[in-house]
């Protein structure tokens, strides 16, 4: 690990977090150091002092990774972050991980309130953005309030994508994307022994792994042929589909919901599963609509090039509200795109250059670990399988190089096969 300012630092190689490697595991995913890298610090040689104005929109990784950036080169701006939620931003990754332990915000803060105050770093918590200005160089928020800018950062994430079903809108139904969806889970698990997810996707199992470690009976509902289906291949779906009848996790494929009632889910076909509490994991919902209002150009998210610069002068965008190339929704992904934001934004000129992690999931007694490019390109790959109980690798070449790997069971391998 490298030491700097007395702190040895890391990056998470899952997740792509840099962190204090005293932490001993990485505070985002929760894998331990020996899978991270040490980080080489670059030597700041250009920084700006002004008294520019930088307003940043949202409260995650994106605004946090692009305030941080800010703050590097430029020691006297004023740097202003407004947040809906009630915190500072935190590993939101660890909502589905420890969903039933209870962790709050400050648990998984990204930093410690003094770290913001040391750097003058002002987080308006609490603080809806209801729409911008960019003629103006203004924002508003619920409850009247106005912040100007000289540079603005969008950064207003994702939120999750509700299927248009009817009893979508029941109290017994969570998607999970703040600290408070996950209070609401275990609030509701209080009075029920029987949870429906609904989405086979990787936070879809870990939801239903945490649950099912909390005792209750869980069914997944799989709308496709295959859970994780763009990301790994039916060996390894297989063998996750056994590890989880073996642990008492229901999985039920092909299963489209047509209604959620007050105590059940009826999937399409008619079988009727019974739920006193829902989660629908089924993916993200870009927040670009105040940029579309504004006049940026958006598409399904806000449009950006290799600078993270929108359609407007003076107003960046980054994370999971913005599309540079093919977005995964990832942490890693808009770490990077806001430190970039960041970085131009007070004058900066560097490129965003995206980056592939792994897909990790722990859970129903397995690990399983898959990046690239697992088949799904329909190259012509050389494929090599190594299969034992417990235990699958399954590796995709392409003109000799490694495109694409999926492990389950031992994982640790995967770490080091795309470095
Ligand atoms: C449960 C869960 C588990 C995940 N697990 C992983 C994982 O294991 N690995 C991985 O790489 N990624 C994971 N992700 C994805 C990862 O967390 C996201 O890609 C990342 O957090 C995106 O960061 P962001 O800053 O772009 O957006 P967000 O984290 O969504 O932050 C957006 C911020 O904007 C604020 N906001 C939105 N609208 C407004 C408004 N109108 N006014 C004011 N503020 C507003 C929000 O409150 C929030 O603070 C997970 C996501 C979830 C939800």
Known sequence: ???????????????????????????????????????????????????????????????????????????????????????????????????????????????????????????????????????????????????????????????????????????????????????????????????????????????????????????????????????????????LTAAMADKGVTLLQNAQTAQITPDSVILKDGREVKAGLVIVSAGISPNAAIAKDAGLTVGKQVEVDEFMRTSEPDVYACGDCAAYGISYGLWSEASEMGRVAGVNAAGGQEEYIPQTRPLIFHGMGTALFAQGDCGKLGLNYSVEEISRPGQYEKYWRFGGVLVGAVLVGDISKGFTLFR
Not at 25 to 50: A, Y
């Open 1 to 239: 690990m490298t030491e700097t300012q007395g702190k040895m630092l890391a990056r998470c190689l899952v997740c792509g977090e840099v962190f204090d490697a005293s932490l001993e595991k990485c505070p985002v995913c929760g894998v331990g150091l020996d899978r991270c890298e040490p980080v080489l610090l670059e030597r700041l040689d250009q920084t700006e002092d002004t008294a520019e104005k930088f307003l940043i929109l949202g409260g995650g990784a994106a605004a946090f990774n692009a305030a941080k950036a800010i703050r590097e080169r430029n020691a006297t701006a004023s740097i202003v972050m407004l947040t809906a939620e009630d915190a500072p931003p935190y590993a939101r990754p660890m909502l589905t991980k420890t969903l039933m332990s209870g962790a709050s915000a400050e648990d998984m803060a990204v930093e410690s309130s003094a770290w913001y105050d040391e750097r003058d770093i002002y987080v308006v918590t609490g603080c809806r953005v209801t729409s911008l200005d960019t003629a103006e160089k203004m924002v508003q928020c619920e409850g009247g309030y106005g912040f100007v800018y000289d540079k603005l950062i969008y950064a207003l994430g994702a939120g999750c994508f509700m299927p248009d079903m009817p009893g979508n809108d029941l109290p017994h139904v969570v998607t999970i994307r703040t600290v408070e969806d996950a209070q609401r889970v275990r609030e509701i698990a209080k009075g029920t022994q029987d949870a429906v997810v609904i989405g086979g996707g990787v936070l879809g199992l870990e939801a239903a792994w945490a649950l099912r470690e909390s005792g209750m009976n869980v069914t997944v509902l799989e709308r496709g042929n295959q859970i994780m289906k763009r990301q790994i291949d039916e060996g390894a779906a297989a063998l």
